[in-house]
């Protein structure tokens, strides 16, 4: 069974900075395309970064320089850096994992970006 589990939401100021996680159990992550996504309220849910098996990141045009995805192979685990974080960031942020099989969902985890 597949599961993924974010961690690392919370409030904070803008300008300032959150690290989400998202680690992954079961033995898809090593062939998946990892992704955070988001959806804030009353707007559709939008791709803010992907990662491929191979490191190929890409990135929704409103967070590229600010937010940097990378990933663990060795901990079966996905990263967000947020930076320079905007109250319309605010959000709350999925991972979903990608293979060719299917897709799976992590639960999400709220980002809060106020003064």
């Known amino acids: 069974q597949v599961q993924l589990v974010e961690s690392g939401g919370g409030l904070v100021q803008p300008g300032g900075s959150l690290r989400l996680s998202c680690a992954t159990s079961?033995?898809?992550?090593?062939?998946?395309?990892m992704g955070w996504y988001r959806q804030a309220p009353g707007k559709q849910r939008e791709l803010v970064a992907s990662?491929?098996?191979?490191?190929?990141?890409n990135y929704a045009d409103s967070v590229k320089g600010r937010f940097t995805i990378s990933r663990d192979n060795a901990k079966n685990t996905v990263h967000l850096q947020m930076n320079s974080l905007k109250p319309e960031d605010t959000a709350v942020y999925s991972c979903?994992?990608?293979?060719?099989?299917?897709?799976?969902w992590g639960q999400g985890t709220q980002v809060t970006v106020s003064s």
């Open positions: 979903n994992a990608h293979i060719p099989i299917g897709t799976f």
């Open positions: 079961g033995s898809i992550f090593s062939i998946a395309t």
């Open positions: 990662i491929t098996r191979g490191g190929i990141a």
